[in-house]
């Protein structure tokens, strides 16, 4: 078919993983070293604060700065691969100014509203949330040029963009702490720099993908108001509930508990993040549209990724049980706490892996109402679970709830896959067996890998 990629998905799925493996490696460990720094140089309350304000800013960017992107990136990409440049470069005009005009605006609320919202604190924080209010400038500019790194499949320009702000952050936070001293606001400082300055540097990658274009017409179509007609409406009400439960849980900590305990949660939910991303899982929402078309392949790319992604995530997590143990009594001991928190939340890792690839089949499906009401629910039960549980047994009250939320969310999923006529099937006898097609798959993914492995180290 003429539509049909050029590289086979294992191909696709092995180059896209072992850039966003390797980068996702060299992020975390040059994170954790960061997150070394400030916690070694703040005190433990000065570090909740820092948290509770990186949660402020993680809630209003759920509200604001995700509308619209993951459908927006899905069909530009599903355009690209039916062959429809010119939709695809219009989609993507009209979302560059709905997102820029977004940033603009959350900047001007955040900045001029800073002392409305610091009022709602117990201490004189506006500073802290003017800096913060930079971020969505700088926030809204590399998402627009994100989408055309994503829809070109530039994986190691999207992989390596973490890797090069967190070595950016510690290079002036070893300075800050030798010239000035760390502090809050110098430590939110020192994020809206290196933030602001990876972003300047990818702007010549971003020309250059996006010079495919130029010889493009851009449709006369309003294709982003067909999209919202059609499944965008979903999509644009979603991100109002995307990571709510998450940004709000440091304020229920601290209005229950106490600031100091923020700071020994967020270390485990740290760990918990750091793990995940490890999880081969970053290229199914670029690949998986691109051959959803071939009904046959799509099913077999759907079964086999929910068995080895569960999988990998049990022995993942495994591994991670003794890896943190480790990290923590050697490196932060003084945040031991923070380990029978990172344990418990570690069972919920098969459950997620699980729910990921579901999820990336149902977006590129465009199931965005189903998605929106998934979100919903999630919000809604993990919000009460978490008000109910800290109240009740505190900090392992909320790990519990991160168990009970996955589990929850992947039940609902799995109902509603059975549901959907067409789409994917899960074959249960497929996903718990091994047999000569399991054989067949893996030999075509090692052999895929072992070119790589030599084309990259010759």
Not at 24 to 46: C, D, H, P, Q, R
Not at 91 to 96: G, K, R
């Amino acid at each position: 078919m003429d539509n049909e990629p050029k590289e086979s998905f294992s191909k696709s799925f092995i180059k896209g993983e072992a850039t966003f493996g390797f980068w996702n490696i060299a992020s975390k460990a040059l994170g954790f070293l960061g997150s070394i720094l400030v916690v070694k140089y703040t005190s433990l309350y000065e570090f909740g604060v820092y948290q509770l304000v990186l949660a402020f800013h993680g809630l209003i960017g759920s509200f604001f700065m995700k509308l619209l992107s993951a459908v927006s990136l899905n069909d530009i990409l599903r355009f690209i691969g039916e062959k429809r440049e010119d939709l695809a470069k219009k989609l993507f005009h009209q979302y560059a100014f709905f997102k820029i005009s977004i940033g603009v605006f959350v900047f001007a609320s955040v900045f001029w509203g800073a002392e409305i919202i610091a009022s709602y604190y117990d201490e004189n924080v506006a500073d802290f949330f003017r800096i913060v209010s930079f971020l969505f400038l700088v926030d809204a500019a590399y998402d627009v040029m994100k989408v055309v790194l994503e829809s070109r499949l530039s994986f190691s320009s999207i992989a390596s963009r973490s890797t090069i702000y967190q070595f950016l952050r510690i290079i002036l936070l070893i300075a800050t702490i030798v010239f000035l001293g760390l502090s809050i606001k110098n430590i939110l400082i020192v994020n809206l720099v290196a933030s602001a300055t990876v972003t300047v540097v990818f702007l010549p990658i971003f020309l250059k993908k996006y010079k495919i274009w130029s010889s493009v017409v851009s449709s006369g179509e309003n294709v982003l108001a067909q999209i919202m007609k059609k499944h965008g409406k979903w999509g644009l009400i979603r991100p109002f509930f995307a990571g709510l439960s998450d940004n709000i849980r440091p304020w229920l900590i601290k209005i229950f508990i106490s600031t100091e305990a923020v700071a020994i949660f967020n270390l485990a939910n740290v760990l918990l993040s750091g793990v995940k991303s490890i999880l081969p899982i970053n290229t199914f929402t670029y690949l998986i549209p691109l051959r959803l078309h071939n009904k046959k392949n799509s099913q077999k790319i759907f079964s086999y990724s929910l068995k080895y992604i569960t999988i990998f995530s049990i022995v993942l997590g495994i591994a991670s049980f003794f890896g943190a143990f480790f990290f923590v009594k050697l490196i932060i001991p003084e945040y031991a706490k923070s380990l029978p928190i990172f344990y418990i939340m570690l069972l919920s890792m098969p459950f997620s892996a699980f729910g990921s690839v579901v999820a990336s089949f149902l977006i590129a499906l465009r199931k965005q109402k189903y998605l929106f009401f998934q979100m919903l629910f999630k919000t809604f039960f993990s919000t009460v679970a978490c008000f109910v549980l800290v109240f009740f047994f505190g900090l392992f009250g909320l790990a519990t709830e991160t168990i009970l939320t996955s589990v929850v969310v992947l039940s609902a999923a799995i109902f509603y896959i059975h549901k959907i006529k067409p789409g994917p099937v899960l074959e249960w006898k497929t996903i718990f067996s091994f047999n000569r097609t399991d054989t067949e798959f893996l030999r075509n993914v090692l052999s895929d890998a072992k070119k790589y492995i030599r084309k990259h180290t010759k």
